[in-house]
Every structure is written in structure tokens, then in C-alpha cells.
């Protein structure tokens, strides 16, 4: 079975439960190899009030060597930049660079009438009427072989199904308000 490399984004308020998606599915399953920012990250993204310097800092330092970006939806990671630049970083691509597939779970407080992050949507199956898409979600998966396919899937679109990829040049500059 191939692990793919898998960039984690979401949202701090978030952390005791992507703590278990990581521990279930990485390290007790083996399912994926994870990879993203946390406590481990550099202060120098942090404090840097640049979003192209940050932007090349994930890039290089977080999102060099995987393949597959999951993004863990909670009621308030829609509104977080960090998520954003996440994203854009993980859609791009050009002669040398390769986009990311895109993988969104719901985690098991996503609110029913929670939103997903635009970037995210603008990369989703909109209407009946489109024919296709880059990005999937899926619901938090309870079956090793659920979540498997479905990182599969999306590493297999990143090649497949690349002019699918919506990735426009604005990004947030600063956290929307979530309540």
C-alpha cells in the first residue's frame, strides 16, 4: 500500500481533533504520511506580516515534498488566511511545480450550516451543469479503506484533472470574523 505525503491544513481552534484524525489515521492506520504547520513551525512565518514570503515558506518548507493537501473543516476554518495561502500554495503549479491534490474532510463538529473556504469552493463541482472538478470532500471517514481511496483519488487528479484548477492570485490578508 503507498502512503502518500499529505499537507494538513486547518484551523488551531481545531487541534484536539485533528491531533486524533493524525494519530488514528497516520500513526495507528497507516493510511498517510502527514506533513503541515504546528508548534514545530519557524516564528519567522508567523511574525511575517508578508504573504508571498509566507506563502514561499510553506511552499518550501511544508509542502516541498507532499502531494496530497487535506484540509480538516471546522466551523471557523473557512474564515483563517493561513488555510487560504495553504491552499493557493497547494494549487499551484507550472513547468517545474506539480499542484497538490485537494482533499477536504469534514472533522465531527463541522456545524451543518458551517461554510467551506471560498478557494476551496471555487475548486468544488458548483452545479449540476459542470462536468467536473479538482477538489473533493468527503465526511470524517470511520473505515481506513474510505480515506485511502479517497487520498488516491485526489493524487491522481493532480495530473488528470489539472485544468480543472481554480486558483486565483488574491488571498486574504487577514483572518475573516467566524462566530
Not at 31 to 57: A, C, H, K, W
Not at 60 to 67: A, H, N, R, W
Request: hydrophobic share 30%; net charge neutral.
Amino acid at each position: 500500500m503507498t502512503r502518500h505525503k499529505c499537507f494538513i491544513s486547518y484551523h488551531h481552534e481545531d487541534q484536539d481533533e485533528v491531533d486524533e484524525f493524525i494519530r488514528t489515521f497516520d500513526h495507528e492506520r497507516d493510511v498517510f504520511i502527514s506533513r503541515g504547520l504546528g508548534p514545530e513551525m519557524s516564528l519567522d512565518i508567523i511574525n511575517s506580516q508578508n504573504t508571498d514570503y509566507v506563502m514561499s515558506r510553506i511552499r518550501e518548507l511544508y509542502l516541498k515534498d507532499s502531494t496530497v493537501t487535506i484540509v480538516l473543516l471546522g466551523k471557523c476554518t473557512w474564515a483563517r488566511r493561513y488555510v487560504d495561502w495553504e491552499l493557493q500554495s497547494s494549487l499551484r503549479s507550472g513547468e517545474t511545480v506539480t499542484p497538490n491534490g485537494i482533499l477536504a474532510i469534514k472533522l465531527p463538529s463541522f456545524p451543518k450550516d458551517a461554510a467551506f473556504p471560498n478557494r476551496l469552493n471555487l475548486n468544488l463541482k458548483q452545479s449540476d451543469d459542470q462536468l467536473d472538478c479538482y477538489a473533493r470532500w468527503i465526511e470524517y471517514p470511520t473505515r481506513k479503506d474510505t480515506l485511502k481511496n479517497a487520498i488516491d483519488a485526489a493524487f491522481n487528479r493532480r495530473n488528470t484533472h489539472k485544468a480543472w484548477i481554480d486558483n486565483p492570485r488574491e488571498k486574504f490578508s487577514y483572518n475573516r470574523t467566524c462566530s
